[in-house]
């Protein structure tokens, strides 16, 4: 645009990056659970947290710790998702054209229905990109627990599960079911690490994640 004939105006400011943009991926934080489910013993398990948080800013850091010690919201935070088994298994069915009774089989099987999205996801969905970060995560927990309705809860979750990888939905799910299965208690995860401000600490207290 113009100010006047042969007079360029001021260009407009670019946008600045969005809060998401600026988050960290959420495929980090998953891959990190799965490593975690695999280490011997609590001090490798929070020695690979603690890598994973310390790089961390401070929104992520909540986000990601919360989420860790297997809860969705804070303590004090009175929202819940409300996404059954049941639930879950027609959004995994709806993701991946997968049928209800294999997976019904399968969860029978593996006894987690984040496995279960997971292994359906990675045998019949095409591999896409991580795009997912800790803020759309956070996000998308926060529509399914204000939405109304199973149907409308499932049909979110659907479009979740359609978008990312086998991991981040495996995650996903067992942060939707309350139920991280990686062997690792809370009180073992306390970590503490140099901030731009000074010590920083994340600590899970509590019950077994």
Known sequence: MWAGPGTPSEPA?????SL??????????????????EAPGRHAKADRL???????????????????AGRVFPLSDQRAVRVGPSA???ATAAATGAPDDDLAAALVRLGDPGDVAAG??????????????????????????????????TA???????RVTPVEARFLVKLLVGELRIGCW?????????????????TCSGAPC
């Open 13 to 17: 400011p670019l946008p600045g990056p």
């Open 20 to 37: 998401a943009a600026m988050s960290a991926a959420f495929s980090a934080l998953a891959a990190t659970l799965a490593d975690i489910a």
């Open 50 to 68: 603690g890598a994973l948080l310390a790089d961390l800013d401070d929104a992520d850091l909540r986000r990601a710790a919360r989420w860790a």
């Open 88 to 90: 879950l298994r027609q």
């Open 120 to 153: 359906a996801i990675e045998a019949l969905v095409p591999p896409v990109a991580p795009t997912l970060s800790l803020a759309d995560a956070e996000a998308f927990f926060a529509e399914v627990a204000a939405t109304r309705g199973s149907t409308a809860r």
């Open 156 to 162: 979110l979750v659907a479009a979740m599960l359609g």
């Open 186 to 202: 809370r009180a073992a995860s306390r970590r503490a690490w140099p901030g731009s401000t000074g010590w920083r600490w994340a």
